[in-house]
């Protein structure tokens, strides 16, 4: 029997936030609690949990792992309800994978944007272990004519002024049977692991989906329940929220979000370090949901940009440490900004485009030093 089973956390939002203080997180709001990572404590391969940020809608449900079962039904030849050791029996895989708010980046947007005013760090990476979807999917048996895939968390509140009640929800599209799956749902994994241990009640436990590459509403936590149908799915989540609204030729246009935007963050120095020594190294981090990053360059005081050596083998979709030593003279303040680019091409715009809700905003990372 899994230890996870014995896990029986209660989730107290005074010390959620109390711990978050601590870890050196910055604090957005306390219920629900959202805080975010500060770059220079991004810096590694892996983010430890304790320091990973924390996005929520609604309070954190207290799952006992003991009672959990997750149904999987609709559009499907054979209902199943899983507890959490059968799920566990049915596979275990883990990759790397970052996930990122696709508000990230937010409290950048000018004109200014309402929502939650991330800074840079609504990101994190981690070795998420878990079984893949399709394996599940194929065991249930989806009907020819499915077309997407909700997934339904256990956390539930009220949005938008209206005085109904609603869960977490999201979909995924699949292919028809025989076809492969959609491209973002082929990777997907029911992970009930992070870094190494069972889910912190606070990033889902005791399952949460994972679909590496996109932005991270797509990792629906606290599942319960997984409904095929051969419908759109219309939920808040879906269609409210988490869509890019913007105007193309007079007309407004509205797209989901979907991949992680490419994008690179500087961890070490810190803004507003202190620089004693004409050398140093500038850091840090750098992914793109599309393809694995090829290119990061850094350019100081504006001046040309120039390549990064990339570092480690952070796996298709973790992110890719570099660094770069640098030789600048003082005294004074020296500007760094970092660009990336993936290997089909893309790379960071100097502005991002504004749009209402605030999303996909990869601004170029700058960060201002004083070399003494
Ligand atoms: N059930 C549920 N899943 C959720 C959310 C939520 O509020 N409820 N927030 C989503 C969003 S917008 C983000 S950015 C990530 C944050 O994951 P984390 O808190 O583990 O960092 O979870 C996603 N999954
Ligand atoms: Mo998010």
Redesign the pocket.
């Given at each position: 029997m899994s230890s996870s089973n014995s896990l029986v956390l209660g989730t107290d939002p005074g010390r959620d936030w109390r711990e978050a203080v601590s870890a050196g997180l910055v604090a957005r709001s306390e219920q629900?609690l959202n805080c975010e990572t500060p770059p220079p404590l991004l810096g590694g391969d892996v983010t430890p949990t304790s320091r990973?940020?924390?996005?929520?809608?609604?309070l954190i449900p207290d799952l006992d792992a003991g009672t959990w079962r997750l149904q999987i039904g609709g559009l499907v030849n054979r209902r199943l309800t899983l507890s959490l050791a059968e799920l566990r029996h049915l596979g275990s895989q883990s990759l790397a994978a970052v996930?990122?708010?696709?508000?990230n980046g937010r409290s950048l947007f000018s004109p200014a944007i309402t929502g939650e005013r991330w800074d840079l760090g609504?990101v994190?990476n981690a070795t998420w272990t878990g079984v893949p979807l399709a394996d599940v999917l194929d065991l249930a048996g989806v009907r020819q004519e499915a077309r997407e895939v909700i997934f339904r968390?256990?956390?539930h509140g009220r949005v938008g002024g209206s005085p109904e009640t609603i869960?977490?929800e999201?979909s995924l599209r699949i292919g028809p049977p025989g076809e492969p799956c959609a491209p973002l749902a082929h990777e997907a994994l029911l992970a009930y692991e992070m870094n190494g241990e069972p889910l912190h009640p606070?990033?889902?436990f005791p399952v949460?989906l994972i679909v590496p590459g996109t932005?991270?509403?797509?990792?629906?936590?606290?599942?319960t329940a997984i409904t095929v149908t051969d419908q759109p799915f219309e939920g808040y989540?879906q269609t409210s929220q988490?869509v890019y609204e913007w105007q193309r030729d007079g007309a407004l246009v509205r797209e989901p979000v979907g991949l992680q935007r490419v994008r690179a963050l500087i961890t070490d120095p810190a803004a507003g370090a202190e620089i004693r020594r004409a050398g140093f190294a500038v850091r840090g981090i750098a992914w793109s949901g599309a393809a694995p990053v090829t290119r990061v360059e850094v350019s100081l005081d504006g001046g040309g940009w120039q390549a990064a050596s990339l570092a480690g083998e952070p796996g298709p979709h973790g992110w890719q440490c570099w660094e770069l030593p640098v030789r600048a003279r003082g005294p004074g303040v020296l500007s760094i900004r970092a660009r990336a680019t993936d290997r089909v091409g893309r790379t960071q715009p100097a502005q991002p485009q504004w749009n209402r809700l605030g999303y996909g905003g990869n601004f170029l990372h700058e960060v201002q030093v004083r070399l003494r």
């Open positions: 629900p990973f940020f924390r996005r929520n809608h609604f996930l990122e708010c696709a508000g609504a994190g968390g256990a956390d869960a977490f999201r606070r990033h889902g949460r932005y991270a509403v797509t990792a629906v936590k606290w599942l989540f988490y």
